[in-house]
Structures are given as C-alpha cells and as structure tokens.
C-alpha cells in the first residue's frame, strides 16, 4: 500500500507566479487590473536597541525596537485601464488617501482552472510614490506601466485557509 504522505508534494515558494491587488476607496475595489512581470519591496526591518549592562563586560542585551518597510516597487505592468493614473491624481487632491494591497503568491502547479494560493502580502496605507510610463512604442497596444512605487505603513504574511508552508 503506497503511503499517502508520501506522495504529497510540497513545491517551494517561488518567485514568477503572483498578483497585485489593490482596493482604494472612493476610486475602484481593484484599482490595480495590471499585470507585472516584477515586484520588489517586501521587506521589513527590525531596529535593534542594545543595551550593556554595567560591570558585566561580557554580555549586552538587546531589545527589539521599532519596524521600518520598504517601498513596494512593480516593474514592466500591462493594464487596460487608466485607474492606477486616476489613484495617483486623487492623491494630489485629497493627501491623506490610502489604499489597502495585496501581493499574491501562488503555486508553480496552478492552472488556469485551479489557482492554488501560497501566500498574501497584505500591505496597509498604501501611498502611490511613483508612477512612471514606459518609452512609447507603436507596436504596443496596452497601456504600460514602466514603474509603480508604494510606500506602505505595515506588511504582514496572511497563510493559505489550508495552513499553508
């Protein structure tokens, strides 16, 4: 009898299969119908406070301290829509407007039919940094996207229902 453990794969995290998604209120609940061939950003930072102790010269303590996030960059998007321009524009007319995004992560297995999610970046407070178009080409029919910047006010990791890895 063959064991049903063992014929359980568990592909590893990879790097090539993901979506944005991007809800902005008063603008669209997915802002983001762009597909990028890049991301990069996912990234937090712990500042370490260290503090000795007197007379024992042999030791320090260290404290965990406050978090800092990168910018969430997307590089080479396509979209058919203007709503990543439209964000962006109603910034600039009301500065304190977030957005609420998420990068997902799925499975190299996963169809067309069946998408199987690995993992979901949620990023709040989203701020549109940097939204930049790409050469013109007649060739081209999409709108493109060269770059988008987001900076972000906190990131966590939310796992598949599943449990996931």
Known sequence: MANPAAETVEYPFTAFNFA??????????????????????????????????????????????????????????????????????AVLEQPSLRADAEVVVFAPNSTSEHIIERARFILSRCLPVKLKAPPLNA???????????????????KRPRGGGA
């Open 20 to 89: 944005v998604e991007i809800n902005v209120p008063g603008v669209s609940s997915k802002v983001c119908a762009a597909s990028f061939s890049e991301c990069d950003g996912l990234d937090m930072t712990m500042e370490v406070k260290t503090i000795r102790e007197g007379g024992n010269n042999g030791r320090q303590i260290r404290l965990a301290g406050p978090l800092a996030y990168a910018q969430l960059t997307l590089k080479r998007g396509m979209t058919a829509s203007f709503e990543l321009w439209d964000w962006f524009g």
């Open 139 to 157: 060739k081209d029919g999409m709108v493109a996207i060269e770059e988008l910047q987001l900076a972000y006010e906190s990131l966590r990791l």
